[in-house]
């Protein structure tokens, strides 16, 4: 822990998907935005941060993109080969962080490279609520609209209960032993594990929710990255 209130972390940063539901010409990760890659402002996030320790990005093993990139060659980025899910990359980031040293009792932030816009005071919120916490949590929004079951006819069942819902956002922050063996067993299990809330959540605890900026989306479509190049036009 540091005077800053907050304490210090790695990142691991999961990029080694294809982006299929963007349909560009290249991963959505490597798309430009605002005069650079779309995950160098990712990047940015973490490195301009003083409790980062280290930075781990996972990378296709044959991306032809991410050597190109100035943030490749920072000294506090390492790289790892990616899997064939989003959890297999986030268990390289973890490995490799224990290879090199890093104590299992260290907070580790699981970020996806497809959320560039990742505000300071999110991120700050997230360690400062999280410092103390037995488990660890997430960042996380409230559902805001009305909520519908549908049925395999595509009518409405029911209206479900809003007020207990939240979509999971990532920072996520564990700490690096629980979230190893959370999720070796997850997957071990053949779980489903879209994020390492699940994880945690399958070993049998419960992640904190951070309540964090709905702007902090995940680019999943080319409307996504439309709306966030007009929003940083302003
Ligand atoms: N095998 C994979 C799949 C996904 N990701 C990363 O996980 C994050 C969230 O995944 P998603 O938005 O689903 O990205 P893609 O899998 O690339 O998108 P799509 O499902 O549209 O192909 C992204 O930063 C993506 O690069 C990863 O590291 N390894
Ligand atoms: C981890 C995540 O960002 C939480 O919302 C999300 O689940 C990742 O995207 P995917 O489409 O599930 O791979």
């Known amino acids: ?30 798309l430009p935005l605002a005069g650079k890659a779309l995950i160098e402002h990712t990047l940015d996030c973490f490195l301009d941060h003083p409790g980062l320790l280290g930075l781990v990005v996972s990378i296709a093993p044959e991306d032809p993109y991410w050597p190109s990139l100035t943030c490749a060659l920072d000294q506090r980025v390492q790289r790892v080969d990616g899997g064939a ?4 990359s986030v ?10 040293g890093a104590r299992l009792t260290d907070w580790v932030l699981v970020h996806d490279a497809a959320r560039p816009n990742l505000a300071r005071g999110d991120l700050d919120r997230l360690l400062g609520e999280l410092a103390d916490d037995p488990v660890g949590g997430l960042l996380a929004v409230p ?4 909520l519908k079951r549908a049925g395999a006819d595509g009518r409405v069942v029911e209206t479900v209960d809003r007020s207990v819902i939240w979509q999971a956002y990532t920072p996520q922050m564990f700490r690096l032993g629980a979230l190893l ?10 779980a489903a594990v879209t994020d390492e809330a699940s994880a945690i959540e399958w ?23 439309q709306w966030l190049e007009q929003r940083w036009a302003r």
Not at 1 to 23: E, H, L, N
Not at 85 to 88: L, Q, Y
Not at 91 to 100: N, Q, S, W
Not at 203 to 225: F, H, I, Q, W, Y
Request: net charge neutral.
């Open 1 to 30: 822990m540091t005077a800053r209130m907050t304490p210090d972390f790695w990142a691991v940063i999961p990029a080694a998907g294809v982006g299929s539901r963007m349909r560009a010409d290249r991963p959505k990760q490597y």
């Open 143 to 146: 559902a805001r609209d009305t």
């Open 85 to 88: 899910e989003r959890a297999d």
């Open 91 to 100: 268990l390289a980031g973890l490995c490799h962080l224990r290879e090199r």
């Open 203 to 225: 070993v049998g605890e419960s992640p904190r929710l951070v309540e964090g900026r709905a702007d902090n989306l995940k680019v999943t479509r080319p409307e996504d990255l």
């Open 181 to 190: 063996d959370a999720l070796q067993a997850a997957l071990e299990a053949g």
